[in-house]
Each structure stands twice: as structure tokens, then as C-alpha cells.
């Protein structure tokens, strides 16, 4: 009689689960648990939606939420690192110190909380669960900061993704340590691979590219609009922050009325710069042809795909630093076959090429980014070629099954306890 020894886990540790705008990370826990992996999750935070998409519900992993704050959660925290520091003094002593040393740098009393919660996390699941065998943090500040805690506490080596707000915004030298002491780190562009290369004087960690891959088998269309007539369907998915550049469009928007260009735009997301965006609508009086319909589901957002001529989005750096890699939307909107418009900051030019994949105009340069608009709405010969080859281009390079395979692999490679589980004979 043969039956499978009992799988190593891999645990996961997030700012928040589940989110509407991290589509990515469900669809990557999920793959990798078709690939035979075993997970755990360990959000930070709770769900800020009240709805999820489908691929959370198909998620087996079981999910297990940190205390959140460092003041309203102190009794919850206290206790399990009175504990995790008794069951061994040494290993709690020189995190203290990395704390400390931590904290010198920027003043942020952020990073005990993290070592709180990572002293929680050891304490109350690591020990009782002896299968975890790595932890890897999704996102490079905060999550990362507790897996490296936890890590360290647990004597378990760990792993982390990076994307784009997390690294521009991040101290180099917290970013470089966290480097230093991981087995690899995945990051979701090139231009971010090359950043964090640049900040390490000689890198021994392994750094990897690998892009945010799209379910190719959901976001495909059968009503391309290969010669749209007006009023033209724009759409913007986004969430309403600086990096988003929403002014530079709904100034070039303004500029294709004034032009008499007839259109309507529609905005689909949600954020804190909410109320300015409403007001800078109202204030270029965009009302009659602009609408904000807030956070909508996978399927409303698919058929407003379907519907629409062209995707917008201004992508700029935000003055504290922050910046898109490739906003997932891109890719969806080009597998659709629905052509875009954006800027040529950060990573968009490694799928925006621009009068290939894509058309791209400098961040802020609202003139351009009109003329950008009107150009690939009213050019036929153009508009067929870019959606021709914006889909084969996601077709060759952000097919999620294969992003998650490669990076499958690095796990594996890193750590053979990840290896799928074998039959052994009674």
C-alpha cells in the first residue's frame, strides 16, 4: 500500500488578503498550489472590500491574520513574545538588536511592531506547525520586514517579492539588509531587477524578473473594435492615487472636447485622492462625458472591456517616489484587444512599445497624451497593428501558468523541502 508523506509548507506573508487591486498574488497562491505546493497565509490586514474574486474562493490554504496594530493590539502581541523570547533568550536577543539597528535608521517605530508580529507569528503558528520550511513575504516593506523577524526567531530561511511602491519608497540600506539575508527575491519587472541590483555594492543574493502573468483563457474578446466610430469608449481601471497620473488624462480628455471630439470616459477604482479627482472633473466641466463608477467585480470589469475603444492611464512618479511597474490592467487591456494609451515612466515601456504594443508620451504631457488618444482612435491601419501585436506580445511574455512555473522553480531550487511530495510504501 502506498500513500504520500505529508507535503512541506510554504508560508506566505501579506499586507493584506484578500484585494481587489492584488489579483495577482490569489492567482500566484493559487497556481502554486496547483503546482503541488502546500501554503499557509499570514495577512497583516483584513480585507478592505466585501467581495472577493473567484480565485480567492478556490484557494485552499488556510489564513491566519496578525494582529494589525502596534497600540490597539499590544495585548495580543505582548504575550506570545514574552514567550517566543523565554523559549530562546539568544535568537530574541540579537533581533532586538537588528530592531534596533533597523530603527536607528529612520526613526519608525514601525519596525517593533513588525518584529512583534513577527515574534507572534513564531510563537503562535511556526512552533505548533513543524511543516513550514520557508517564509516568503509579498511586498518588500512592511511584509518582507515581519518574514525577515519571523525568519530570523525561527531559524528559517525566507524569500520575498518586490514590486514598484515598495522599493522606490523604501530606505536603500533597510532594502539592501533584507537582500542580504534572503535566498532569492523575485521582482515583477526588469527596471525593478536593475534598481536593486544598482543599490548592492556586491549582490550574492539572486534576483529574478518575473513578470505578473494574466489567466489568458479569461480576458480574451470576440468584438474587437478594430474601426470605432464616436462617441468613443475610453476606460481607466486605477485606484485614485498620484502615481496614477488620472489629471494628465482627464486634462487631455478636456483638450479632445474643446476639440469637439466626441467620447465618453469611464473610471473604474477607487482611493484617497477620491474627492480631488471629482473635483477636477467637475472643475474642467467633464461631467456630461466622464463617469466614476467606483470598485467593480472581475466580470463587470471584463465587459467594460469588451465595450470600450481605448484604455487610458498617466502613469507618473509621485513625489514621495512611488511609482507603477506595470499596472496589471495594462496587460489585461492589451490580451483583450483593446489598445492603450499611457506613459513612458518606470517599467511601461517593457510592454508598452511605444507605436508597437502600445503608444507612450512622456508623464504630465497632457497635449501629447490628447494627441496620442485621437491618433489611435482614428487611424485604422495603426490601431489593427498594435492590437495585433499587443496580444501576441502578452500571449509570449505575461502568461501567468508560466511566470508562476519559473517561479515555482526558485523555490524549489532554493529549498528541496519544497519539492512535490512522493509516495512511500507502507
Same mark, same amino acid.
Given at each position: 500500500?502506498?500513500?504520500p508523506?505529508? $507535503?512541506?509548507?510554504?508560508?506566505?506573508i501579506?499586507?493584506g488578503?484578500?484585494?481587489?487591486?492584488?489579483?495577482?498574488?490569489s492567482?500566484?497562491?493559487?497556481?502554486? &498550489?496547483?503546482l503541488? =505546493?502546500?501554503?499557509?497565509l499570514f495577512?497583516?490586514?483584513? $480585507?478592505?472590500e466585501?467581495?472577493c474574486h473567484d480565485?480567492v474562493?478556490?484557494?485552499k490554504a488556510?489564513?491566519?491574520?496578525?494582529?494589525t496594530?502596534?497600540?490597539?493590539d499590544?495585548p495580543?502581541?505582548i504575550?506570545? !513574545?514574552?514567550f517566543?523570547a523565554a523559549a530562546n $533568550?539568544?535568537?530574541?536577543?540579537?533581533?532586538?538588536?537588528?530592531a534596533?539597528?533597523? =530603527?536607528?535608521?529612520t526613526k519608525?517605530?514601525a519596525t517593533l511592531?513588525?518584529l512583534? %508580529?513577527?515574534g507572534?507569528?513564531?510563537?503562535?503558528?511556526?512552533?505548533?506547525?513543524?511543516s513550514v520550511?520557508?517564509?516568503?513575504g509579498? #511586498?518588500?516593506?512592511?511584509p518582507t520586514?515581519?518574514?525577515?523577524?519571523?525568519a530570523h526567531?525561527?531559524?528559517?530561511?525566507?524569500?520575498f517579492t518586490a514590486?514598484?511602491k515598495?522599493?522606490?519608497t523604501?530606505?536603500?540600506d533597510?532594502?539592501k539588509e533584507?537582500? @542580504?539575508?534572503?535566498e532569492?527575491?523575485a521582482?515583477?519587472t526588469?527596471? !525593478?531587477?536593475?534598481?536593486?541590483?544598482n543599490?548592492l555594492e556586491?549582490p550574492v543574493t539572486?534576483?529574478h524578473?518575473?513578470?505578473?502573468g494574466i489567466?489568458?483563457?479569461?480576458f480574451?474578446?470576440?468584438?474587437?473594435?478594430?474601426? $470605432?466610430?464616436?462617441p468613443?469608449?475610453?476606460?481607466t481601471?486605477?485606484r485614485m492615487t498620484?502615481?496614477?497620473?488620472l489629471?494628465t488624462v482627464?486634462? /487631455?480628455l478636456?483638450l479632445l /472636447?474643446?476639440?469637439?471630439?466626441a467620447f465618453?470616459?469611464t473610471?473604474i477604482?477607487d482611493?484617497d485622492?477620491r474627492?480631488?479627482?471629482?473635483?477636477l472633473?467637475?472643475?474642467l466641466?467633464l461631467?456630461?462625458?466622464c463617469?466614476?463608477?467606483g470598485t467593480r467585480t472581475?466580470?463587470e470589469?471584463?465587459?467594460? #472591456?469588451?465595450?470600450s475603444d481605448? =484604455?487610458?492611464?498617466?502613469c507618473?512618479?509621485?513625489?514621495?517616489?512611488?511609482r507603477?511597474?506595470i *499596472?496589471n490592467?495594462?496587460?489585461e487591456? +492589451?490580451?483583450m @484587444?483593446?489598445p492603450?494609451v499611457?506613459? !513612458?515612466?518606470?517599467?511601461?515601456?517593457e510592454?508598452?512599445?511605444?507605436?508597437?504594443t @502600445?503608444?507612450?508620451?512622456?508623464?504630465?504631457?497632457?497635449h501629447g497624451?490628447?494627441?496620442?488618444i485621437?491618433l489611435?482612435?482614428?487611424?485604422? =491601419?495603426?490601431?489593427?497593428?498594435?492590437?495585433?501585436? @499587443?496580444q501576441q #506580445?502578452v500571449?509570449?511574455h505575461?502568461?501567468? &501558468?508560466?511566470?508562476i512555473? +519559473?517561479?515555482a522553480?526558485?523555490?524549489r531550487?532554493? !529549498? *528541496?523541502?519544497? %519539492?512535490p511530495?512522493?509516495?512511500?510504501?507502507a
Amino acid at each position: 500500500m502506498t500513500f504520500p508523506s505529508p $507535503p512541506s509548507t510554504l508560508a506566505y506573508i501579506l499586507k493584506g488578503y484578500p484585494r481587489i487591486s492584488e489579483t495577482f498574488i490569489s492567482n500566484e497562491i493559487l497556481l502554486l &498550489e496547483r503546482l503541488g =505546493f502546500r501554503l499557509r497565509l499570514f495577512p497583516m490586514r483584513r $480585507p478592505r472590500e466585501s467581495f472577493c474574486h473567484d480565485s480567492v474562493k478556490q484557494i485552499k490554504a488556510a489564513v491566519d491574520y496578525l494582529p494589525t496594530e502596534l497600540v490597539g493590539d499590544m495585548p495580543k502581541l505582548i504575550g506570545p !513574545n514574552i514567550f517566543c523570547a523565554a523559549a530562546n $533568550p539568544q535568537k530574541y536577543r540579537s533581533a532586538l538588536a537588528l530592531a534596533a539597528r533597523r =530603527f536607528r535608521r529612520t526613526k519608525k517605530f514601525a519596525t517593533l511592531k513588525h518584529l512583534f %508580529q513577527a515574534g507572534y507569528l513564531v510563537q503562535k503558528h511556526l512552533s505548533r506547525d513543524a511543516s513550514v520550511v520557508q517564509l516568503h513575504g509579498h #511586498f518588500a516593506h512592511s511584509p518582507t520586514s515581519v518574514t525577515m523577524f519571523a525568519a530570523h526567531l525561527a531559524d528559517l530561511p525566507f524569500s520575498f517579492t518586490a514590486h514598484a511602491k515598495d522599493i522606490y519608497t523604501s530606505h536603500p540600506d533597510q532594502l539592501k539588509e533584507k537582500i @542580504g539575508k534572503a535566498e532569492f527575491v523575485a521582482t515583477c519587472t526588469l527596471t !525593478n531587477k536593475h534598481y536593486l541590483k544598482n543599490i548592492l555594492e556586491s549582490p550574492v543574493t539572486p534576483i529574478h524578473c518575473v513578470y505578473h502573468g494574466i489567466d489568458l483563457s479569461l480576458f480574451n474578446n470576440t468584438r474587437l473594435r478594430l474601426e $470605432p466610430k464616436p462617441p468613443y469608449r475610453l476606460l481607466t481601471i486605477a485606484r485614485m492615487t498620484e502615481k496614477k497620473g488620472l489629471p494628465t488624462v482627464y486634462r /487631455a480628455l478636456k483638450l479632445l /472636447a474643446e476639440r469637439q471630439v466626441a467620447f465618453h470616459h469611464t473610471l473604474i477604482g477607487d482611493g484617497d485622492d477620491r474627492e480631488q479627482i471629482i473635483g477636477l472633473i467637475d472643475e474642467l466641466q467633464l461631467k456630461d462625458c466622464c463617469s466614476w463608477i467606483g470598485t467593480r467585480t472581475h466580470g463587470e470589469v471584463l465587459e467594460h #472591456f469588451r465595450k470600450s475603444d481605448l =484604455f487610458v492611464l498617466g502613469c507618473e512618479i509621485a513625489k514621495n517616489g512611488d511609482r507603477d511597474g506595470i *499596472p496589471n490592467v495594462l496587460v489585461e487591456s +492589451l490580451a483583450m @484587444g483593446v489598445p492603450v494609451v499611457s506613459t !513612458n515612466v518606470s517599467a511601461l515601456p517593457e510592454i508598452l512599445i511605444n507605436e508597437k504594443t @502600445g503608444l507612450t508620451v512622456e508623464p504630465q504631457d497632457s497635449h501629447g497624451f490628447a494627441q496620442a488618444i485621437n491618433l489611435l482612435l482614428t487611424d485604422a =491601419f495603426l490601431r489593427k497593428s498594435l492590437i495585433t501585436a @499587443g496580444q501576441q #506580445f502578452v500571449r509570449s511574455h505575461f502568461d501567468n &501558468e508560466k511566470q508562476i512555473a +519559473l517561479l515555482a522553480e526558485l523555490f524549489r531550487s532554493a !529549498n *528541496p523541502l519544497l %519539492q512535490p511530495p512522493v509516495k512511500r510504501t507502507a
